[in-house]
């Protein structure tokens, strides 16, 4: 987010930046969604909505599972929350106390562990490398278990940084490890639907017990409308929703009724989808070629994590002179591994195909400065 601000300070002032540093679509929302938000607009008052959302969009959710993996969910499981960020709120303080151990990947989504901690959370890591495509696994798990017992595992596949995604085999074993060590598993599927080979599967796929964190920020290009969603086990949609009618009463009810219409935009947001895939396919080949070759091949999201050891080992140092110097914006890896991400940038390639070429160019000609 800093060097957010500070690419928005540069761009304002007339500089021409190229923007891989956001983690957001840049494209505008459906059509449909707009349109269906102004009707409601002109339709009349938008008031609160039930903590848990409105019941449409929870039955519409609900049914999304059904279509999309074949999976029965129903719709008093599901909590609508403000974004996926308001749902990690929610899910931790109803599933853990001061003083719990919960384990996540390095690297990894950086509010995480800021959240984590804010209520108490003493947080794990569980650590991976481009060699072992950046995947956490149930032995991991198990052993980690071993040394101290674990409270929760939060995951998330595909993977923001490292774009790399989890076979269904292996979200089974973890599903399992979890349910037999009584360990609560939080699984963040922010990312389906942005996939580049296999779809990626849901833990509801492998029993009730998870909590499946998702979002309409990514996938449907709603970031800016803050509206995610829960699926609960049955035991704690009563806390969650306490814990909603005391924190926000509900979620933003004209981006509730705009939600719901994202399900019907497919053909749009496919074609959005295809645009990531062209700017993967630019990235993938170019990057080796100007020395930022290290890294995972992205199986989804839209970023790509690359090692910058070559030139840096301080990444926050290389991402300002990127910026300042070059005018393109990055993070740097630190934001997402305190141990190792000082060798690391992400790059989004959720910008424009123009941007990410220009990007690339820009790359070439100040790297063998850097
Ligand atoms: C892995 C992951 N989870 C959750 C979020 C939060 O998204 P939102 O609150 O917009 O749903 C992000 C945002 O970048 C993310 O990368």
Known sequence: MEVFKEAAGLAAQGRR???MEAGEPSTPVPRIVRETAIAALNAGPIGYTQSLGLPSLRARIARHYQEVYGVPVPAERVAVTTGSSGGFILAFLALFDPGARVAIAAPGYPAYRNILEAIG????????SARDRHVVTAAMIEAEHAQRPLDGVLLMSPANPSGTMMDAATLRDICEVCARLDIAFVSDEIYHGLTYGEPAQTALAFGDRPVVVNSFSKYYCMTGWRIGWLVLPEDLVRP?????????????TLSQIAAEAAFDARDELEAVK??????????MEELPRIGLGDFHPVDGAFYVFTDVSRFTNDSLD?????LNEAGVAA??????????GSSAVRFSFAGSHEDMVEGVKRLRDWLPRA
Request: proline share 4%.
């Open 17 to 19: 930046i190229i923007r």
């Open 121 to 128: 959370v003493e947080v794990v890591t569980l650590s991976t």
């Open 240 to 252: 969650v929703e306490r814990l909603a009618q005391n924190f926000a009463i509900s979620a933003p």
């Open 274 to 283: 295809a645009g990531y895939a062209k700017n993967r396919a630019l990235l």
């Open 318 to 322: 290389f991402c300002r002179r990127m």
């Open 331 to 340: 993070t740097p890896g630190v934001d997402f591994d305190r141990e190792h």
